[in-house]
């Protein structure tokens, strides 16, 4: 069964820093997705960033960035020159071609001015 | 511009009581999704759909329903409300291969 996990509850960086967040997971499949979205405290799910597994070019979405390792199975999202607008929750997901979406549990991120 | 919506906002029901949550895009996709989200899980997938007439169950599906009449809307029927039921409710939808869009979500408290 495919599984995402996110080892990191919270996390805090200094405003304008830059911090990574961690994202494993666990798939028989060799054509998937991954996606790192954002929660906000308004609830809203927000899409940051994608990223198809057959592409071995690293996803960029302006000052956000993945680190993708198809063989480790690993997809860390690094968040450059953060902002106070970053602080929200932020989930990993995979997606296979069935087009469900597996969540990891989220990572909490602090944002200190 | 296309958008999934979602109503009511906030409900607050009773135990036994049936209540359906409304879920409404207008970007014409065929993939309509339903999870739950509380606190230490994430979100979890309810139920899903892939056209109309299409349903099919996720992870905690039971104690739901949902029936796919259109492509627009897939409402999400709590049978007999729980105080596990408490939590909050978000429908996306899709096209095959693409991005799921998120409603802003429903919350929901069972008394």
């Known amino acids: 069964a495919q599984t995402v996990t996110q080892s990191q509850p919270e996390m805090s960086v200094q405003e304008a820093e830059t911090v990574t967040l961690s994202c494993t997971y666990d798939t028989s499949e060799s054509d998937y997705y991954l996606f790192w979205y954002k929660q906000p405290p308004s609830r809203q799910m927000i899409l940051v960033i994608r990223q198809e597994a057959y592409k071995q070019q690293n996803a960029t979405e302006n000052r956000f960035s993945v680190n993708f390792q198809k063989a480790a199975k690993s997809f860390s999202l690094k968040i450059s020159d953060s902002q106070l607008g970053d602080a929200a929750m932020y989930f990993c997901?995979?997606?296979?071609?069935?087009?469900?979406?597996?969540f990891g549990k989220g990572t909490r991120l602090h944002i200190l001015p | 511009d296309a958008e999934i919506t979602q109503s009511p906002r906030h409900k607050i029901t009773e135990t036994g009581r049936q209540v359906t949550l409304a879920c409404h895009q207008t970007?014409?996709?065929?993939?309509m999704f339903w999870y739950r989200q509380d606190l230490g899980h994430g979100l979890r997938l309810i139920h899903y759909s892939y056209g109309v007439q299409d349903t099919n169950k996720g992870e905690v599906s039971d104690g739901y329903s949902v029936s796919r009449s259109n492509t627009e809307d897939l409402p999400l029927t709590l049978e007999s409300a729980a105080s596990s039921q408490t939590s909050v409710y978000f429908c996306?939808?899709?096209?095959?291969?693409?991005?799921?869009?998120f409603g802003p979500g429903t919350r929901l408290l069972v008394l």
């Open positions: 996306a939808s899709s096209e095959g291969g693409e991005t799921q869009y």
């Open positions: 970007w014409n996709h065929n993939n």
């Open positions: 997901a995979h997606m296979n071609r069935d087009d469900k979406i597996i």
